[in-house]
């Protein structure tokens, strides 16, 4: 079985500071990756993911992961803030393969202030 | 840029009755799926189909659920007896093409269950 914990279900910073969002994975063969943002009375948009190839991989937005296996972790970073990006952000695993369930973190609420 | 749709945004019923959610996904996919996400929860998978047939559902999805694909562009989810558990927003994915795992999903209905 595979799951995913997002440690802080709420993160909070200053605008221009660094951005870090954690997540951890558990699954017993290796997984895709995904990170999923959701503004406020919209749907999910995929911000980045992860399937094979190189580790740090570049999303839209400013917005990179980097998929770490002995530590089981595909963290997302930003090195600035900025207003716009508040949201909640969705760390997901699936197996590989294509056409499989995504299984979802519970999600961090992103707030950045002035 | 093509996205995933759905109807109605908002739907409010009453316990018992019937609901139909309506999903028109990316026009070249072939697999589709429909998650939920109860307030303050995680967003958690129900069913996902292909080729008219259900390929994989999950616990949630009991025989009260029924998805269908009428025609060449719609794909819905049905609730026969709606409960107060039933209350949430349900977002439509679909996925195909090259980049197979990756899932878009529509902005979602929220239905409320009174």
């Known amino acids: 079985a595979q799951s995913v914990t997002q440690l802080g279900s709420h993160v909070s910073v200053s605008e221009g500071a660094l951005v870090l969002l954690r997540c951890n994975y558990s699954?017993?063969?290796?997984?895709?990756l995904f990170w999923y943002v959701q503004y406020p009375n919209q749907g999910l948009q995929l911000l980045l993911k992860y399937t094979t190839g190189a580790t740090l991989v570049k999303g839209i937005n400013g917005f990179e992961a980097e998929f770490k296996k002995s530590e089981t972790s595909f963290h997302l970073t930003k090195p600035s803030a900025h207003m716009s990006d508040a949201a909640e952000y969705f760390c997901a695993v699936t197996l590989r393969g294509g056409y499989n369930k995504l299984i979802f973190g519970a999600g961090t609420r992103l707030a950045v202030h002035p | 840029e093509p996205e995933v749709t759905q109807t109605p945004s908002h739907q409010v019923t009453q316990m018992g009755q019937e609901v139909i959610l309506r999903c028109v996904p990316i026009s070249n996919h072939l697999y589709f799926y429909w998650y939920r996400q109860i307030l303050g929860q995680k967003v958690e998978f129900l069913v996902s189909f292909y080729n008219n047939e259900i390929s994989e559902k999950s616990e949630i999805f009991d025989d009260q659920f029924s998805v269908e694909r009428p025609d060449g562009s719609n794909f819905t989810l049905k609730i026969r007896s709606t409960k107060l558990e039933d209350s949430a927003m349900y977002f439509c994915?679909?996925?195909?093409?090259?980049?197979?795992?990756?899932?878009?999903f529509g902005p979602g209905t929220r239905l409320l269950v009174l």
């Open positions: 699954s017993s063969v290796p997984p895709y």
């Open positions: 994915a679909s996925s195909g093409g090259l980049a197979a795992e990756t899932q878009y």
